[in-house]
Protein backbone atom coordinates (compact mmCIF):
# COMPACT_ATOMS: atom_id res chain seq x y z
CA UNK A 1 0.00 0.00 0.00
CA UNK A 2 1.08 3.66 -0.14
CA UNK A 3 0.26 5.99 2.63
CA UNK A 4 2.05 9.66 2.63
CA UNK A 5 1.02 11.94 5.50
CA UNK A 6 1.16 15.44 5.40
CA UNK A 7 -0.06 18.44 8.24
CA UNK A 8 -3.56 19.55 6.62
CA UNK A 9 -3.23 22.98 7.47
CA UNK A 10 -0.07 25.44 8.92
CA UNK A 11 -0.51 29.17 9.20
CA UNK A 12 2.72 31.52 9.83
CA UNK A 13 3.68 35.26 9.38
CA UNK A 14 4.83 37.46 6.37
CA UNK A 15 9.00 37.08 6.38
CA UNK A 16 8.92 34.10 8.80
CA UNK A 17 10.24 30.77 8.21
CA UNK A 18 7.95 27.42 7.79
CA UNK A 19 8.46 23.99 7.96
CA UNK A 20 5.80 21.44 6.16
CA UNK A 21 6.97 17.85 6.60
CA UNK A 22 5.84 14.74 5.07
CA UNK A 23 6.44 11.21 6.00
CA UNK A 24 6.06 7.92 3.39
CA UNK A 25 5.51 4.79 3.70
CA UNK A 26 5.03 3.29 0.13
CA UNK A 27 5.90 0.05 -1.85
CA UNK A 28 9.40 1.15 -3.76
CA UNK A 29 10.77 4.65 -3.66
CA UNK A 30 12.03 6.68 -7.29
CA UNK A 31 12.03 9.95 -5.66
CA UNK A 32 10.13 12.50 -3.53
CA UNK A 33 8.40 15.89 -5.37
CA UNK A 34 6.89 18.97 -3.94
CA UNK A 35 4.71 21.13 -5.36
CA UNK A 36 2.98 24.06 -5.18
CA UNK A 37 -1.54 24.46 -5.85
CA UNK A 38 -2.66 27.94 -5.46
CA UNK A 39 -6.42 27.78 -5.28
CA UNK A 40 -8.22 27.28 -8.24
CA UNK A 41 -5.30 26.65 -10.35
CA UNK A 42 -2.90 23.86 -11.52
CA UNK A 43 -0.16 22.40 -9.04
CA UNK A 44 3.56 23.52 -10.33
CA UNK A 45 6.81 21.70 -9.30
CA UNK A 46 8.94 22.79 -6.82
CA UNK A 47 11.24 20.72 -5.53
CA UNK A 48 12.54 16.87 -6.51
CA UNK A 49 14.35 14.44 -4.18
CA UNK A 50 16.08 11.47 -5.06
CA UNK A 51 19.25 11.55 -3.03
CA UNK A 52 19.36 12.22 1.23
CA UNK A 53 20.21 15.55 2.23
CA UNK A 54 18.99 19.14 0.99
CA UNK A 55 18.15 20.80 -2.40
CA UNK A 56 17.84 24.64 -2.02
CA UNK A 57 16.41 26.91 -4.71
CA UNK A 58 16.19 30.37 -4.04
CA UNK A 59 13.94 31.19 -0.76
CA UNK A 60 12.29 27.36 -0.84
CA UNK A 61 14.51 23.92 0.14
CA UNK A 62 13.64 20.36 0.07
CA UNK A 63 15.57 17.72 2.53
CA UNK A 64 14.80 13.94 2.31
CA UNK A 65 15.79 11.28 4.86
CA UNK A 66 15.11 7.71 2.22
CA UNK A 67 15.81 6.02 5.93
CA UNK A 68 13.34 7.81 7.79
CA UNK A 69 10.40 7.77 5.12
CA UNK A 70 10.67 11.55 5.70
CA UNK A 71 11.46 14.83 3.61
CA UNK A 72 10.35 18.36 4.22
CA UNK A 73 9.88 21.40 2.33
CA UNK A 74 11.60 24.30 4.06
CA UNK A 75 10.19 27.78 3.26
CA UNK A 76 11.94 30.99 4.19
CA UNK A 77 10.97 34.74 4.18
CA UNK A 78 7.33 33.77 3.41
CA UNK A 79 5.58 36.11 1.48
CA UNK A 80 1.85 36.50 0.93
CA UNK A 81 1.51 34.86 -2.43
CA UNK A 82 2.91 31.60 -0.40
CA UNK A 83 -0.27 31.24 0.65
CA UNK A 84 -1.28 28.03 -0.97
CA UNK A 85 -1.42 23.91 -0.71
CA UNK A 86 1.59 22.38 -0.47
CA UNK A 87 1.53 18.50 -1.74
CA UNK A 88 3.94 15.64 -1.21
CA UNK A 89 4.07 13.20 -3.96
CA UNK A 90 6.69 9.72 -4.10
CA UNK A 91 7.15 8.47 -7.22
CA UNK A 92 7.21 4.54 -7.57
CA UNK A 93 6.97 1.99 -9.92
CA UNK A 94 4.69 0.33 -11.77
CA UNK A 95 3.99 -3.73 -12.56
CA UNK A 96 4.80 -2.65 -16.33
CA UNK A 97 7.85 -1.04 -15.59
CA UNK A 98 6.61 2.93 -15.37
CA UNK A 99 6.06 5.13 -12.87
CA UNK A 100 3.48 7.11 -11.20
CA UNK A 101 3.76 9.41 -8.83
CA UNK A 102 1.29 9.13 -5.73
CA UNK A 103 0.29 12.37 -3.76
CA UNK A 104 -0.32 13.42 -0.26
CA UNK A 105 -3.76 15.21 1.13
CA UNK A 106 -1.54 18.54 0.94
CA UNK A 107 -0.99 21.06 3.58
CA UNK A 108 -2.90 24.58 3.18
CA UNK A 109 -0.84 27.10 4.20
CA UNK A 110 -1.84 30.89 5.19
CA UNK A 111 0.17 33.28 5.33
CA UNK A 112 -1.07 36.40 7.34
CA UNK A 113 0.78 39.88 7.34
CA UNK B 1 -0.28 28.34 -26.39
CA UNK B 2 1.97 26.40 -24.25
CA UNK B 3 1.77 23.83 -21.81
CA UNK B 4 -1.03 21.43 -20.90
CA UNK B 5 -4.84 22.89 -21.58
CA UNK B 6 -7.89 21.53 -20.44
CA UNK B 7 -11.59 22.14 -21.71
CA UNK B 8 -14.07 22.49 -20.29
CA UNK B 9 -12.85 24.48 -17.34
CA UNK B 10 -16.01 24.09 -15.75
CA UNK B 11 -19.14 21.09 -16.63
CA UNK B 12 -22.49 20.26 -14.99
CA UNK B 13 -23.94 17.53 -15.80
CA UNK B 14 -27.09 15.05 -14.90
CA UNK B 15 -26.58 11.38 -14.10
CA UNK B 16 -28.08 9.99 -17.59
CA UNK B 17 -25.38 12.27 -20.11
CA UNK B 18 -22.15 11.84 -21.21
CA UNK B 19 -20.18 14.56 -22.02
CA UNK B 20 -15.77 14.50 -22.03
CA UNK B 21 -12.88 16.14 -20.86
CA UNK B 22 -10.31 17.01 -23.18
CA UNK B 23 -6.63 17.68 -22.41
CA UNK B 24 -4.13 18.96 -24.92
CA UNK B 25 0.08 19.20 -24.06
CA UNK B 26 2.12 21.22 -26.16
CA UNK B 27 5.35 20.34 -24.82
CA UNK B 28 6.13 17.38 -26.68
CA UNK B 29 5.99 14.99 -24.35
CA UNK B 30 5.04 11.11 -24.35
CA UNK B 31 3.19 10.27 -21.20
CA UNK B 32 -0.05 11.74 -20.04
CA UNK B 33 -2.30 11.05 -17.30
CA UNK B 34 -5.65 11.78 -16.02
CA UNK B 35 -5.85 12.77 -11.76
CA UNK B 36 -9.02 13.06 -9.64
CA UNK B 37 -8.87 15.94 -6.68
CA UNK B 38 -11.61 16.06 -4.81
CA UNK B 39 -12.05 17.85 -1.46
CA UNK B 40 -9.71 16.72 1.29
CA UNK B 41 -8.50 13.70 -0.23
CA UNK B 42 -5.06 13.07 -1.83
CA UNK B 43 -5.09 13.33 -5.77
CA UNK B 44 -6.23 10.45 -7.28
CA UNK B 45 -4.18 8.78 -10.23
CA UNK B 46 -6.78 7.36 -12.53
CA UNK B 47 -5.22 6.18 -15.63
CA UNK B 48 -1.35 6.67 -17.64
CA UNK B 49 -1.08 6.67 -21.29
CA UNK B 50 2.92 6.09 -22.89
CA UNK B 51 3.14 6.77 -26.05
CA UNK B 52 -1.00 6.39 -26.75
CA UNK B 53 -0.58 3.18 -24.70
CA UNK B 54 -2.45 2.77 -21.72
CA UNK B 55 0.01 1.21 -19.09
CA UNK B 56 -2.21 1.81 -15.73
CA UNK B 57 -5.41 1.93 -15.48
CA UNK B 58 -6.04 2.69 -11.34
CA UNK B 59 -9.05 0.53 -10.50
CA UNK B 60 -11.12 3.09 -12.30
CA UNK B 61 -15.08 2.43 -12.85
CA UNK B 62 -16.08 1.76 -16.36
CA UNK B 63 -18.32 4.64 -16.51
CA UNK B 64 -15.18 6.59 -16.39
CA UNK B 65 -13.52 5.51 -20.83
CA UNK B 66 -9.89 7.72 -21.30
CA UNK B 67 -8.80 7.82 -25.43
CA UNK B 68 -5.50 8.72 -26.67
CA UNK B 69 -5.50 9.39 -29.81
CA UNK B 70 -2.32 10.90 -30.06
CA UNK B 71 0.34 11.67 -27.86
CA UNK B 72 -0.84 15.33 -27.31
CA UNK B 73 -4.56 14.75 -26.99
CA UNK B 74 -6.49 12.56 -24.08
CA UNK B 75 -9.65 12.93 -23.57
CA UNK B 76 -11.95 11.23 -20.85
CA UNK B 77 -15.50 10.02 -21.45
CA UNK B 78 -18.03 10.64 -19.22
CA UNK B 79 -21.41 8.34 -19.01
CA UNK B 80 -24.01 7.31 -16.34
CA UNK B 81 -21.92 9.32 -13.50
CA UNK B 82 -22.56 9.74 -9.85
CA UNK B 83 -22.95 12.69 -7.41
CA UNK B 84 -19.80 11.58 -6.02
CA UNK B 85 -17.98 11.58 -9.11
CA UNK B 86 -18.11 15.70 -8.57
CA UNK B 87 -14.22 16.77 -7.96
CA UNK B 88 -11.71 18.64 -10.58
CA UNK B 89 -10.37 16.65 -13.00
CA UNK B 90 -6.61 17.42 -13.63
CA UNK B 91 -4.50 16.26 -16.60
CA UNK B 92 -0.90 16.00 -16.83
CA UNK B 93 2.37 15.10 -18.92
CA UNK B 94 5.82 14.41 -18.45
CA UNK B 95 8.74 13.63 -20.83
CA UNK B 96 7.95 9.83 -20.31
CA UNK B 97 6.30 7.19 -18.06
CA UNK B 98 9.47 5.39 -16.92
CA UNK B 99 12.04 8.42 -17.02
CA UNK B 100 14.07 8.98 -13.71
CA UNK B 101 12.21 12.21 -12.46
CA UNK B 102 8.64 11.76 -14.11
CA UNK B 103 7.98 15.72 -13.01
CA UNK B 104 4.34 16.11 -14.11
CA UNK B 105 3.20 19.73 -16.07
CA UNK B 106 -0.58 19.95 -15.02
CA UNK B 107 -3.30 21.36 -16.34
CA UNK B 108 -5.99 24.22 -14.83
CA UNK B 109 -8.24 20.98 -14.23
CA UNK B 110 -12.25 20.74 -15.41
CA UNK B 111 -14.34 20.78 -12.38
CA UNK B 112 -17.11 18.71 -12.76
CA UNK B 113 -20.40 18.31 -10.51
CA UNK B 114 -23.01 15.61 -11.39
CA UNK B 115 -26.50 16.29 -9.91
Redo the contacts between chains.
Keep these: GQN?DQP?EMTATEGAIVQINCTYQTSGF??L?W?QQHAG?????LS?N?LDGLEEKGRFSSFLSRSKGYSYLLLKELQMKDSASY?C?V?VG?N???????????TRLLVSP | ETGVTQTPRHLVMGMTNKKSLKCEQHLGHNAMYWYKQSAKKPLELMFVYSLEERVENNSVPSRFSPECPNSSHLFLHLHTLQPEDSALYLCASSQDAGGRTGELFFGEGSRLTVL
Excluded: M, R
Design positions: ITNGFYEAPTFYVLATLTGFQKLVFGTG
